[in-house]
């Protein structure tokens, strides 16, 4: 079997994508789509996506972790698939388009895409740190030094230890001014530190905003990968118009051959 992919990379976060309107790809070869992600014996990424058609969306992002297994909604997944439906002729600089957690809209700019993401109507304090779901489940952990964190180890503890089975991940936040941010992220599915998680830095502009730590409604987050924006507006109840911002990049294209 042949597969023809395009590589990309939003801030690091790196996916391959297959053109899966025409379906050939068996979604259920868990052992395949680890390979292709495998960062020695495969292609290498942080996950893999399926676009797909849908009908009532201009396309269907279909998302899977590096291990394999179906997971939940991926920021960055999402800008990097929208830049590449673009690419295809399938859009133009507006779309609709479906994804695990609901439809989603999006706008690109040359290399530029703002993904609107799910409205946020809770945020649990927990000793300190925060959690909520932006698509995905996050722990928002504050620390002072983001770089002296050992995010494999600490990470892991609590994604396995306070989130159980189903885990969750896990964002390490140090503030840098009133609306900006570095934060590291602990990635379930991945079960690593990965450069960069749109989920991730989208539930740490939410969390800091809820604990006070900022008062702006757009704010800058730098991650290991670059820079991302988040713009929102809070409602009585809730968080809407939520906007993960940032560029979406199209590394390589190539074939795999399964062996």
């Known amino acids: 079997m ?3 992919f395009v590589k990309y ?6 996916f391959v994508l297959i053109d899966h309107r025409q379906p050939f790809f068996n979604k259920e070869d868990a052992e395949l789509i680890a390979q292709l992600c495998d ?14 058609e849908h009908p009532e969306a201009d396309f269907e992002m279909v998302y899977f972790n590096s291990d394999g297994k179906p997971s939940s909604m ?6 990097c698939t929208v830049h590449y439906a673009h690419s295809l002729g399938m859009i133009g600089d507006q779309t609709r388009f479906m994804a695990v ?11 530029w895409v703002a993904l609107h993401m799910s409205d946020v109507q809770t945020i649990v304090d927990k000793d300190g740190a925060y959690f909520l779901d932006t698509g995905s489940p996050h722990h928002i952990q504050l620390c ?12 892991a503890d609590i994604r396995y230890n306070t989130y159980g089975a189903a885990g969750a991940n896990v964002n390490f936040v ?6 900006h941010f570095k934060v590291r992220t602990y990635e379930r599915g991945v079960e690593a530190e990965t450069y960069s998680c749109g989920t991730g830095v989208t539930a740490v502009a939410l969390a800091m905003y809820h ?3 900022t008062t702006a409604n757009t704010v800058k987050i730098s991650t290991p990968g670059g820079a991302l924006e988040i713009s929102f507006n809070k409602a009585a109840d809730r968080y809407t118009d939520v906007i993960l911002a940032g560029p979406a990049t199209p590394v390589y294209q190539g074939q795999w051959t399964s062996n």
Not at 9 to 14: A, H, K, L, S, V
């Open 2 to 4: 042949v597969i023809n």
């Open 9 to 14: 990379q939003g801030t690091g976060n790196d």
């Open 39 to 52: 960062r020695r014996f495969g292609i290498g990424a942080d996950g893999l996506i399926l676009l797909e």
């Open 74 to 79: 991926c920021g960055n997944g999402g800008r």
């Open 101 to 111: 957690d609901g439809i989603h809209e999006a706008n690109v700019t040359d290399g």
């Open 144 to 155: 002072d030094a983001v770089q002296e964190v050992n995010v494999q180890q600490e990470g």
């Open 174 to 179: 140090e503030p840098v001014s009133a609306d």
């Open 211 to 213: 604990a006070g730590k």
